[in-house]
């Protein structure tokens, strides 16, 4: 969702919720307030209404009522958590702002409760409980203080530039401002409670600059291992989406092993075959540079330069920063590398090569660029072929015809 229709349908919610008397019990949470305060665009819109003080009115009411007031197709699912998802389905228009396609979610205030078994389904990622709570006990089960600031939609009528902003526990405000990442509870609870938290302080202070405390890091480290209680697909996403696909992907990876957190992803690659293979195929559009650091870490994964060895991948390394100033060199080189651009076909016939040994031209054109890089400029094919021609004896015509046709 981009920020003009977020403030659009803030305005819708405002002037909806003051008409069925919610206003001053239904909030906008966690990241919009975060962004708007912090000069950055609010993407997303984490709605909550307080049912307790409503007497009932939850969040599932609330979009039914929406639902009567949108003028335009919708559909609405409420969740195992109580979060009601409503879609709009048609064109509908806020001001300027089309909304077809947009998703509202709604939330009721709640408190959490997570197994102590860890072997339960919920343990780590999901909680085993959750019952309806007043928006202070709401707010301190989120995972960092500047998380918990929030808007009443009650003051939204104009847009955020007008509305208060609400620091119901006294922290979020001031380590926003000093771009403190902490916890509204102990810590350990917090990344105990849901791991994936542990992730998400990497993603926070590699997109916007924030410092991770003495407590919250000795936390982090102490808690590390609680990332293996967790679905791997939920951790690929983060990691991928939010980490390595972020603004400072490389810085993020410093960040993985400073806290601990490296070494148990590498753990989790190892023991889940599923989890490597998913990672592979996320990451093969991945600038070079910082795939050879996730093989530094020794994560078994597929990459587009796995089939090098460790000294290999540092004789790469020690190339690309040697033609740092060549991006045009960087991305033909490793292109040259994952797939060399040798007519293979017409060696496999010349020397007659048996299909079992053919693999034999790719590693004659790898290991020659990685020992000349400047081969690529003064004839890759050529150097191939003279190797070749050492192993393999130029064959006869019907050995070529053989070589062919795949008959030897």
């Given at each position: ?30 990241g919009a307030v975060r962004n708007f ?60 702002e089309n909304l077809k396609g947009e ?306």
């Open positions: 969702m981009k920020h003009e229709t977020s403030v659009a349908l803030m305005k819708f919610l405002s002037e909806a919720a003051r008409r069925l008397g919610v206003a001053e019990h239904t909030y906008i949470v966690g305060l912090i000069d950055q665009p609010i993407k997303d819109l984490d709605v909550v209404i307080d049912s307790v003080a409503l007497n009932g009115k939850d969040s599932e009411w609330f979009a039914k009522e929406l639902q009567r007031a949108i003028p335009a197709a919708t559909s609405l699912v409420t969740n195992q958590y109580g979060v009601a998802i409503l879609t709009i389905k048609d064109g509908w228009s806020v001001g300027t998703v509202i979610e709604i939330a009721n205030a709640r408190k959490e409760s997570y197994s102590e078994d860890p072997s339960s389904p919920g343990k780590g990622y999901k909680p085993h409980t959750v019952d309806p709570a007043t928006i202070e006990e709401d707010l301190v089960r989120r995972e960092f203080t500047f998380n918990t600031l929030l808007w009443r939609l009650l003051d939204l009528e104009h847009g955020p530039e007008r509305a208060e902003v609400l620091d119901l526990t006294g922290l979020g405000k001031k380590h926003l401002e000093d771009r403190i990442l902490s916890t509204p509870v102990d810590p350990d609870k917090t990344f105990s409670d849901d791991p994936t938290r542990m992730l998400r302080a990497i993603k926070f202070v590699a997109k916007y600059g924030f410092k991770i405390p003495p407590d919250v890091l000795a936390s982090i480290r102490r808690n590390a291992q609680k990332l293996k209680q967790m679905p791997w697909d939920a951790v690929r996403k983060i990691l991928t989406e939010d980490i390595l696909e972020g603004p400072s992907p490389r810085k993020s990876v410093e960040l993985l092993k400073h806290l601990g957190l490296a070494d148990v992803l590498k753990e989790m690659l190892h023991e889940t075959p599923g989890f490597a293979a998913a990672l592979g195929r996320s990451l093969t559009e991945s600038e070079i540079h910082l795939l050879l650091d996730l093989l530094d870490l020794g994560w078994a994964f597929k990459t587009p330069v796995s089939f090098l060895d460790r000294n290999d991948q540092l004789r790469l390394r020690e190339i690309l920063l040697g033609n740092a100033e060549d991006p045009a060199f960087e991305k033909a080189f490793v292109a040259a590398l994952v797939k060399p651009p040798v007519d293979q076909q017409r060696l496999f016939t010349e020397y007659a090569i048996p299909p079992k040994e053919r693999q034999v031209v790719t590693q004659v054109a790898r290991r020659l660029l990685i020992d000349d890089p400047t081969i690529l400029t003064k004839g890759l094919g050529d150097g191939v072929e003279a190797e070749i021609a050492k192993r393999y004896p130029r064959a006869s015509l019907p050995e070529r015809v053989a070589a062919k046709f795949s008959l030897r």
